[in-house]
């Protein structure tokens, strides 16, 4: 089956950086695009970065324009996020989801993502 399993995360202080890790098996990797989404506690999971299958394309969500970049690598399985300029309004609950659309476009809609990671806590003291 398809399994997503992250890695990083933590606790970091405010203009501080953290790199969260997706690796992904269970599915032919490079040829579905990636995402990261985030939800604070009493919020809605939002979107935060997308990228294609063949890492050409990135969307971001404004937010984060500027200080988080999204990358993959399509011999490993993974994507990762990194996290930049780090800012307490960042803090939430991190999460990689792998769209169902096979060579579709970056996405920031998440119901076209069909499988998600465990979720990685993010935590920013100001």
């Known amino acids: 089956q398809v399994q997503l399993v992250q890695s990083g995360g933590g606790l970091v202080q405010a203009g501080g950086s953290l790199r969260l890790s997706c690796v992904v098996s269970?599915?032919?990797?490079?040829?579905?695009?990636m995402g990261w989404f985030r939800q604070a506690p009493g919020t809605e999971r939002q979107f935060v970065a997308a990228?294609?299958?063949?890492?050409?394309?990135?969307k971001y969500a404004d937010s984060v324009k500027g200080r988080f970049i999204i990358s993959r690598d399509n011999f490993k399985n993974t994507v990762d996020l990194q996290m930049n300029s780090l800012r307490p309004e960042d803090a939430a609950v991190y999460y990689c989801g792998i769209d169902r659309i096979f060579r579709g476009p970056p996405s920031m809609t998440e119901v076209d993502y069909d499988y998600w990671g465990q979720g990685t806590q993010v935590t920013v003291s100001s």
């Open positions: 990228i294609d299958w063949s890492g050409g394309r990135t």
């Open positions: 269970g599915r032919d990797f490079g040829h579905y695009g």
